[in-house]
């Protein structure tokens, strides 16, 4: 199977994802690993919003077919300034569903880029994976 390759990412979208980073990474290093998904979402999103950047989490998101828009259920975590998604997990073991899970929200939103953080790691870095569609 050939790899696709993909236009870059663009400059204020990938200024977006390091502002992701940097408050997961300060909310990793408060908290540490072993805590519920939620807690972490929850302080993330108010790293994000307290440097100005908007961060809505669990919108519904339709899925629109025939020309009909319909609830499928689903719910990214959090859109971070409408160009990023954040899909918070704190797993033992991370899975391939997730991975199906973002490129799911990022097709349906046609977002480009997204990241997979797992906070229940002892260096966030192990934990983070960034996906471009």
Same mark, same amino acid.
Request: aromatic share 8%.
């Given at each position: 199977m050939?790899?696709?390759?993909?236009?870059?990412?663009?400059?204020?979208?990938e200024?977006?994802?390091?502002?992701?980073l940097?408050?997961?990474f300060?909310?990793?290093?408060?908290?540490?690993?072993?805590?519920?998904?939620?807690?972490?979402?929850?302080?993330?999103?108010?790293? #994000? &919003?307290?440097?100005? %950047?908007?961060?809505?989490?669990?919108?519904?998101?339709?899925v629109?077919?025939?020309? =009909? /828009?319909?609830?499928?259920?689903?719910?990214?975590?959090?859109?971070v300034?409408?160009?990023?998604?954040?899909?918070?997990?704190?797993?033992?073991?991370?899975?391939?569903?997730?991975?199906?899970?973002?490129?799911?929200?990022?097709? #349906? &939103?046609?977002?480009? %880029?997204?990241?997979?953080?797992?906070?229940?790691?002892?260096?966030?870095?192990?934990g =983070? /994976?960034?996906?471009?569609?």
């Amino acid at each position: 199977m050939e790899k696709k390759i993909y236009a870059p990412v663009p400059p204020h979208v990938e200024k977006v994802g390091k502002a992701v980073l940097d408050a997961a990474f300060k909310v990793h290093t408060a908290l540490g690993p072993g805590l519920l998904e939620s807690v972490y979402e929850t302080c993330t999103k108010f790293e #994000l &919003t307290e440097s100005g %950047l908007s961060a809505p989490t669990q919108v519904g998101l339709p899925v629109t077919y025939r020309g =009909i /828009k319909m609830d499928a259920g689903l719910r990214p975590d959090m859109i971070v300034e409408d160009c990023v998604i954040v899909e918070f997990k704190s797993v033992d073991t991370m899975h391939p569903i997730f991975d199906a899970q973002l490129i799911t929200y990022l097709k #349906l &939103t046609g977002i480009r %880029l997204g990241f997979l953080i797992n906070f229940n790691v002892v260096h966030l870095k192990d934990g =983070i /994976k960034r996906i471009v569609v």
